[in-house]
């Protein structure tokens, strides 16, 4: 029965907003524009506003199914299922495994499953992308605050911790070449033009 559920996490996961909205209206990869990535920020920048907020929502709402259905029929594998989402959206087998970074996921599945521990992070998240601008710096702050969230003040087993360490840890990991350019004050703005 795990494999079912760790499968089909990953297979709703693999879902990528940003790859069948340029696929569908204007038959473009979004891999090959901008920063290569198939998250909502490089779709906002090469695509335009509409499909960057449509590759959010559609993003969050696999996060969301999966929590959902894994509360009401295998709740034992709840964050398990998570990670295996996560894992579909930033590696899909149909694309190469080259996907997003798993933010809209992340949050999407962590707002359903303790929206308490979630809105903290979540607000951090709005407020420095609102006076920044910066959508990698936010993420990167919802999900070391996310991490904080969850492990300092849930109520959690260590092993359902570990992997709630491993979701946030892996999000930030993706950021890599973000980070560096936030050191070196090189990181674009939304809104700024295609980042290499």
Known sequence: MIFL????????????????????????????????????TNAMRVFGKKIGSLTFIIDMLKGILVVLLLKK????YLFLGVLFCILGHDFPFYMKFKGGKGVATSLGSFIFINIKLTFIPGMIMLIT??????MS????????ALLVSYI????????????????????IVRHKSNIKRLIEGKELKLGGKNEK
């Open 129 to 134: 992308l609102l006076s920044t601008k910066i």
């Open 73 to 76: 029929f295998f709740p034992e």
């Open 5 to 40: 559920v760790l499968v089909l996490s990953y297979l709703i996961g693999s879902i990528s907003g940003s790859f069948i909205l340029g696929k569908l209206f204007l038959h473009k990869d979004v891999r090959n524009y901008g920063s290569g990535n198939a998250g909502t």
């Open 152 to 171: 300092g003040f849930g109520s959690y087993s260590i092993y359902e911790k570990i992997i709630i360490a491993i979701v946030c840890l892996l999000g």
């Open 137 to 144: 710096l936010s993420s990167i702050l919802f999900l070391s």
